[in-house]
């Protein structure tokens, strides 16, 4: 628990407060400003921006630093919300959006590589986890409290206060290291290179099937069961606290060996939640897909982070962050192709069973 890593932990809470305060806020400012087809473009325009941000960010942190480069990140976060609060077009709300996007994704790939950096190699299981703590409690209340707060005081307290905490993470910055304290080793470690590499390729394409399965969980529980609101609390709540569980773990036996764990979890949970007509089943399930989610959150990383070359964690960040984002989006878009002739339960039961090559990758990766 350095002084660098605590003010690093300022700036992912910073950060985690910025993406979800506003998240559910700008969908219903477009709507009741008269910009309803530009409610749920609002949120694809931010993760599209943010999928391709994540690429490109290695060169850019490369360019300038982790320091510039978690700066920029931050202000562009934040400080474009603020234009919200006199404009409410379709496009002016589009493009913050666009730009909030790239804000963000500069922001989790490089304080992530820096939050790596920052933790000792025997200790960065636990380490993440804890980073993942930081990060994800504050999410956790920020998402209703933004929708709570815009709907009793309206939407420019929401989007100041958005502006104000992310902007104010950037005195954070100056106690952080400026770039790796290693040289990169020969071959680069840029994203494409990253790809090629199986021992980086193989936990991102693990950790992608299981955040196509949260994808899905997050976009039809609600509409399949009226026990949604609580096991989605539950899932959350759950993977929040075993991600950090998995990297004390992880320290002491070994990442890969959780791997497997995790996607079991996550497989047996989805199968549960499949009987959306038992309260018990769903909840009981939720709870089990979290905990497996939040272990393949850790061991994913870490052992991405364990694989890499010198000089390669804005890399592994991306293609971390990268695999988290599109694997979601797959999940949802497949499933939405095929619950309408199937059904929520079967649907939920095929993606549980998605999870069986998953599982044969895994063992590769031990």
């Known amino acids: 628990?350095?002084?660098?890593?605590?003010?690093?932990?300022?700036?992912?809470?910073?950060?985690?407060?910025?993406?979800?305060?506003?998240?559910?806020?700008?969908p219903l400012f477009a709507s009741q400003s008269g910009s309803e087809g530009s409610a749920g473009l609002a949120t694809v325009a931010l993760l599209v921006a943010t999928v391709v941000c994540e690429l490109v960010t290695p060169a850019l942190v490369a360019r300038?630093?982790?320091?510039?480069?978690?700066?920029?990140?931050?202000?562009?976060?934040?400080?474009?919300?603020?234009?919200?609060?006199?404009?409410?077009?379709?496009?002016?709300?589009?493009a913050v959006s666009v730009v909030r996007g790239a804000g963000f994704a500069i922001t989790v790939v490089a304080g992530g590589a820096v939050t790596a950096i920052?933790?000792?190699?025997?200790?960065?299981?636990?380490?993440?986890?804890?980073?993942?703590l930081v990060f994800g409690v504050p999410g956790m209340l920020?998402?209703?409290?933004?929708?709570?707060?815009?709907?009793?005081?309206?939407?420019?307290?929401?989007?100041?206060?958005?502006?104000?905490?992310?902007?104010?993470?950037?005195?954070?910055?100056?106690?952080?290291?400026?770039?790796?304290?290693?040289?990169?080793?020969?071959?680069?470690?840029?994203?494409?290179?990253?790809l090629r590499d199986p021992l980086l390729a193989r936990p991102a394409m693990i950790f992608a099937a299981s955040t196509a399965v949260y994808g899905v969980f997050v976009t039809f529980v609600p509409l399949a069961t009226t026990s949604a609101a609580?096991?989605?609390?539950?899932?959350?709540?759950?993977?929040?606290?075993?991600?950090?569980?998995?990297?004390?773990?992880?320290?002491r036996y070994g990442t890969a060996r959780l791997m497997v764990p995790g996607l079991a979890l996550v497989a047996v949970g989805m199968a549960a939640v499949a009987a959306i007509d038992v309260p018990a089943a769903v909840i009981g399930g939720s709870v089990l897909f979290g905990a497996?989610?939040?272990?393949?959150?850790?061991?994913s990383l870490a052992l991405m982070y364990?694989?890499?070359?010198?000089?390669?964690?804005?890399?592994?960040?991306?293609?971390?962050?990268?695999?988290?984002d599109l694997g979601m989006a797959a999940g949802a878009f497949g499933a939405g192709l095929v619950v309408g002739p199937l059904g929520f339960a079967v649907t939920f039961a095929l993606t549980a069973a998605l999870m069986f090559p998953a599982l044969a990758m895994a063992r590769l990766s031990r």
């Not at 300038?64 to 002016?92: E, K, N």
């Open 1 to 26: 628990m350095s002084r660098a890593l605590l003010l690093r932990f300022v700036s992912i809470a910073a950060s985690s407060v910025g993406f979800y305060l506003p998240l559910s806020v700008v």
């Open 64 to 94: 300038i630093g982790y320091r510039w480069a978690l700066a920029l990140g931050l202000t562009l976060l934040g400080a474009p919300i603020l234009v919200l609060t006199f404009a409410d077009s379709a496009w002016v709300i589009l």
């Open 118 to 132: 920052l933790i000792p190699a025997e200790r960065r299981g636990e380490g993440l986890g804890l980073a993942g």
């Open 142 to 194: 920020a998402l209703p409290a933004g929708v709570w707060a815009a709907g009793r005081w309206g939407f420019t307290p929401v989007f100041v206060m958005t502006a104000v905490v992310t902007l104010l993470a950037l005195l954070s910055v100056p106690g952080l290291p400026r770039r790796s304290s290693v040289a990169p080793t020969a071959g680069g470690h840029g994203v494409l290179t990253g």
């Open 230 to 251: 609580v096991a989605l609390a539950a899932q959350l709540t759950v993977a929040t606290a075993a991600r950090w569980f998995a990297g004390r773990l992880g320290d």
């Open 292 to 299: 497996g989610f939040g272990v393949l959150q850790n061991a």
């Open 306 to 324: 364990a694989n890499a070359p010198r000089g390669g964690e804005d890399a592994v960040s991306a293609i971390w962050n990268t695999a988290f």
